[in-house]
């Protein structure tokens, strides 16, 4: 039996449970298991920092089931590292030539957006605002906010955030974007501008019946985690994110075991790893994937060749978009990344100033091409 409350990948967590052995401190090995309820894949922190969150099966290991190993700690140190991309190394060049940067290959890009339209998906935390120690704190640059407001002027663009939809939008104040919030969990249409296709009066809420249970939870954790320094319990309304940056790392373990003690009570809830937070979110089959695809179907590009999506992201969330992007052979998936990380994107992108460069060149490109043949 697979154990609902296990920290497991997005992705993985459709097909199964993963679970990652660590063999000793500085190299975590793991293995296909046939037909066993554990979906183990194979990664080396040799050639990538880790590149899945570290699952661990309820119970399997120190008290209340979160191991005090080092693969646990590596797992969260690595969602988020301080290595800089001074660093280069031989796997970053090899990483690059697969994940070319989206500004080298601009025109690459572009070349396939010839006679389509172009939707834009942009994920908020780290790829329009820097990652930074308080959440709250978050702010996006007035220039990134120029540039997602002159490509929103010429193409369909969604935010697709962690982030509680007015959380999210109080940060992009942007009304003439649609929105989907809490990993796409709360979709909202623009309430002002005009798109040429589609209904923009849309709203999904697929996990609105958990509503009630979340809130509950939100307070149990509050009480739960009160006395651990720096814990921070954030409500994202479909979801609830619990942050672990400003908390020395000698606690990690006993933050996370009482989030696993809280969630016992409530199967129907599953645990996924973030950049440095655990986000606790209902067990339904909606992840940014399934909110990239609604979008589309909702601006009226379902079954439509003449679209080309755009998503940009940085985090292990927003490979269910990339996935989603890869297995329609339609559009691009762009990873925001210094390090060489494991990803479905097609390209790549160092931090969200390179994001802004981007954005900036898709409205100039516009500008020059406004047919777009
Ligand atoms: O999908 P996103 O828009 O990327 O949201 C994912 C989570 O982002 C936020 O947390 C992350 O950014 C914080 C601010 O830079 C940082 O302090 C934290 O360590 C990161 O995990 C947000 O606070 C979460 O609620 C989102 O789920």
Known sequence: MTNPNAVVSDTQSAIGMAITVAVNSSSLYSQSVPNSPYNIALFSRNKFPMSIETAVASGGGGHGGVPKNVAWVEAMRASSPTRNSSEDSEDKKAWIMKHPSALGVFEEIMGAAKMKQVVIFLDYDGT???????????????????????????????????????????????SELYYAGSHGMDIKGPSSGKHQKGNQNVLCQPAKEFLPMMAEVYKSLLEKTKDIVGANVENNKFCLSVHFRRVDEKNWSDLADRVKFVLKNYPKLRLTQGRKVLEIRPTIKWDKGKALEFLLESLGYANSKDVLPIYIGDDRT?????????????????????????????????????????????????RMVPRNH
Not at 139 to 156: G, I, L, Q, S
Not at 327 to 346: C, M, N, W, Y
Request: proline share 6%; net charge positive.
């Open 128 to 174: 329009l605002s820097p990652i930074v120690e308080n959440p709250d704190q978050a702010y996006m640059a007035p220039e990134m906010r120029e540039a997602v407001k002159n490509v929103a002027k010429y193409f369909p663009t969604a935010i697709v955030s962690g982030r509680c939809r007015a959380k999210v939008y109080n940060f992009v104040r942007l």
């Open 318 to 366: 927003d490979e269910d978009a990339f996935k989603v992007l890869r297995k329609r052979g339609q559009g691009f998936g762009i990873l925001v990344s210094k390090i060489p990380k494991e990803t479905d994107a097609t390209y790549s992108l160092q931090e969200p100033s390179e994001v802004m460069h981007f954005l900036q060149r898709l409205v100039t490109w516009k």
